[in-house]
């Protein structure tokens, strides 16, 4: 059973700076890519970051310049620096896991969400 598991949301003034952190777990063999989505209320989830395991990284333009994205793959962990953060990045963060390989099924890749953490920028 694969778990992940999110840490570092909160409450924060407008200019200030939060870091997640999501660590993934259960006989992990592999995994491809990890990242973040954010959902706000009424809103659609959207992918805000996503950094495969040989360092490729993907940034929603709103974001980009603020947010960094990085990993550590012998711990299957996956972390997201939020700088200069705005009112408008005010949402459940949601750490996801995908092409996850374990030993007990390693020729079956799946995707795993986290939980989410929520983000809270006030003006």
């Known amino acids: 059973q694969v778990q992940l598991v999110e840490s570092g949301g909160g409450l924060v003034q407008a200019g200030g700076s939060l870091r997640l952190s999501c660590a993934a777990s259960g006989n992990i063999l592999s995994i491809s890519a990890m990242g973040w989505s954010r959902q706000a209320p009424g809103e659609q989830r959207e992918s805000v970051a996503r950094?495969?395991?040989?360092?490729?990284?993907y940034y929603v333009d709103a974001v980009k310049g603020r947010f960094t994205i990085s990993r550590d793959n012998a711990k299957n962990t996956v972390y997201l620096q939020m700088n200069n953060l705005r009112p408008e990045d005010t949402a459940n963060y949601y750490c996801q896991a995908m092409g996850v390989r374990t030993a007990l099924v390693p020729d079956n890749p799946l995707d795993y969400w986290g939980q989410g953490t929520q983000v809270l920028v006030s003006s």
């Open positions: 950094i495969t395991s040989g360092g490729n990284i």
